[in-house]
């Protein structure tokens, strides 16, 4: 079956966004397992899927965080012909701060290597920048989010790449659509 596949790291509301999305009724807030399969969601005539979080959690060491990535990109790899697309959710409020640590220390953060992995193997990336209800200087943040995905700011040049939502607000209008238009054009094909 077609799916959506959501990505990003553990806490960044990826459950919250995908129950306020479908109406299912997900659990949130839990701490992340590091086993967690990939879990499917009905949405309209396909399916989301809803991926293991990566990234920090306590407890957890450098391999199996590792683990967790190399599942996520074999995933995609085997239903690469399935995926319509894919939604990277990711918290604006640190992502910059995330990033910026990660490439002090001479490493490529996780999101910005699976981003660039989704292009190359030619899946769109829509990102989702939750938790926007925390920032106030909007523009500003999602500009340090483009330019660090490799998109020239101003953001609003990249609408359809990139969107501010809070999924715990249900402010996911311009989310929403987008996915339409991307699932239209699919259904077109
Ligand atoms: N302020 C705010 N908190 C949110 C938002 N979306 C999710 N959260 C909170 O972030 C925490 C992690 O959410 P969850 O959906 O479990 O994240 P996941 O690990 O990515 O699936 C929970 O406490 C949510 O209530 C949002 O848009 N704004
Ligand atoms: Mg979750």
């Known amino acids: ?3 959506i596949i959501f990505v990003g790291r553990s806490n960044v509301g990826k459950s919250t966004l995908i129950s306020t ?6 659990r949130t807030g839990r701490r992340p397992g590091v086993t967690r399969k990939p879990l499917q969601i009905p949405y309209q005539d396909i399916q989301i899927t809803d991926m293991p979080g990566f990234g920090f959690m306590s407890g957890a060491t450098e391999e199996s965080i590792d683990a967790i990535k190399n599942n ?3 995933y995609i790899e085997n239903n690469a012909g399935n995926i319509v697309f894919a939604v990277m959710v990711v918290n604006a409020g640190s992502f910059a ?3 910026d640590r990660w490439n002090g220390r001479n490493e490529i953060p996780v999101e910005v290597e699976l981003f660039e992995f989704l292009h190359e193997i030619d899946i769109e990336v829509i990102v989702a920048a939750n938790k926007i209800d925390k920032v106030d200087n909007v523009d500003e943040i999602l500009d ?3 330019q660090r995905l490799g998109m020239m700011p101003p953001w609003r040049q990249w609408l359809d790449m990139i969107v501010p939502v809070s999924a715990r607000k249900g402010k996911i209008d311009e989310l929403k659509k987008l996915m339409q238009k991307k699932l239209e054009a699919m ?3």
Request: proline share 0%.
């Open 1 to 3: 079956m077609k799916e």
């Open 21 to 26: 999305l479908t109406g299912k009724k997900l």
């Open 72 to 74: 996520i990109v074999r």
């Open 97 to 99: 701060q995330i990033v």
């Open 144 to 146: 340090g989010i483009a």
């Open 187 to 189: 259904r077109a094909k």
